[in-house]
Structures are given as C-alpha cells and as structure tokens.
C-alpha cells in the first residue's frame, strides 16, 4: 500500500542519513529513479520492507500510479527471497517498527512475511506492522492470518470506502465488486489473530470519510485517515 507516507517524510529519512543498518539498503536521491532492488528502505524512525510489485488494485491514488519512484525507487527487477530481505533489513533494533509496505501487496508473499518476521522478532524483538488491502486471502484463497498470529503486532488495512461501489470505482480491483466484502471480511478476521488492526482511507476533496469511519467503529477498531499525494 502505498499513500501512506509523504514525499517529505521520505526525503527526510534520506537526507537526515538515518542509519541504514548494516544491510544493503541503497538510498538513491529523490529523482533518481531507475528500476532497482529496494527491498528495505527507511522513513524517519521505521524500517519499511518491499517484497512484491504485485497488486490485484489500480487504486487512483496509489502512489506508484501518480509518480515516477518517491524518492526511492521501489519497482523491483524481481521479487526478493527472505534471505535477500533479511540481508538488506539487517540489524533492525533501532528502529520503532518494520513494516511490510513496498509498491504491491506484501501478503501476496505471505510465506515470505513470516519468515521474514519470525526472524526479526526472534533476533531483535522487532514491533511488525504489515500494511495491506485486505484481498490476498481472496487472491490466493488461502487463510492467511493464523499464520501471522504471534508474528505481527499491528495490521493497517485500507478500507477506502464505505460501500462496494465506492471500493470499485476508487481501487478498480481485480476481484470486481467482491473486493470490498473480501476486504471487511478479512478486517473482522483479522482482530482474531493480530492484537492492532487499524482500517484506513485516504482523504481526497471530495470524499467524505465519515461513513468509512462508522465501519471501523462498527468492527471495533482503529479509524486512520491518510492523506492523498498527487504528485
Ligand atoms: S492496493 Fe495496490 S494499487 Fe492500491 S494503493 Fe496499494 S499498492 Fe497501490
């Protein structure tokens, strides 16, 4: 999922020279962009983690189809294996969260997730949060959250809209009108097995997110509003 952070905040992480752990993280400079193998890259005081380009969404906000990179580039040559994104992770104590969040769906590549975790937790007590829509059980149609139960702490889900029509005509899924119902499904599961579940949308002119935030409250969970990059 990508719209949740800024472009700001993404140069900031670069320019301020944040450790880069002790893996091969490259930071390119905002505007160098050439397709590369970003499979860790940091915002200010998080670790985020790209594993996949795939996505069964075109959402319109998405930030991958507004801009070319920002600031790093994410699009990948192929995807990486768990031992390419430990590698590039490296030591990631100092970090107050790693989050699976690159430009496509992480759970997709839930196998790789929680490995992945598995082995940060066990060697650095790392907090993991993955960001995610809500579809790759639907995708794949394999039950996905018991395997991520004690591995990740917190999920941020994007809901994007308070009904199936609205989902369709803003994320353009794949799975069609399903999506939506998949997604909630997958939100009300997901409080089962993961102890922070957090739905989200992203604020544009004229979306009102009073509806959306009703359904989280609904659900019994946590309501985040992003904001919208258009560049
Ligand atoms: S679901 Fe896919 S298309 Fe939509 S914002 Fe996330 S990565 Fe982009």
């Not at 994410?74 to 294996?81: A, F, H, I, N, S």
Request: glycine share 6%.
């Amino acid at each position: 999922m990508l719209v949740l952070e800024s472009t700001s905040r993404i140069a900031m992480g670069a320019a301020l020279g944040l450790k880069i752990t002790t893996g091969t993280i490259i930071v390119q400079q905002k505007g160098d962009a050439t397709m590369g193998n970003i499979y860790a890259y940091v915002l200010q005081d998080n670790i985020y983690l790209n594993i996949t380009n795939r996505c069964p969404n075109r959402c319109v906000f998405c930030i991958r189809e507004n801009r070319k990179g920002v600031g790093y580039d994410l699009w990948l040559d192929r995807e990486p294996t768990a031992e390419e994104v430990l590698e590039a992770a490296g030591d990631v104590s100092a970090f107050r969260e790693v989050v699976f969040c690159g430009y496509g769906e992480p759970l997709l590549r839930w196998e790789v997730v929680t490995e992945v975790a598995r082995s940060l937790k066990a060697k650095y007590g790392a907090k993991i949060r993955i960001n995610t829509n809500g579809l790759a059980e639907a995708v794949l149609k394999h039950k996905i959250l018991p395997e991520l139960e004690g591995l990740v702490d917190t999920i941020s889900i994007s809901l994007n809209a308070a009904s199936a029509d609205q989902y369709h005509h803003l994320c353009k899924s794949a799975l069609g009108p399903e999506a939506f119902t998949c997604m909630l499904q997958f939100a009300r599961d997901s409080k089962l097995y993961i102890p922070r579940v957090i739905l989200s949308v992203v604020q544009t002119s004229d979306f009102n997110p009073e509806p959306a935030r009703k359904i989280a409250e609904e659900m019994g969970v946590e309501f985040r509003i992003r904001g919208l990059q258009t560049e």
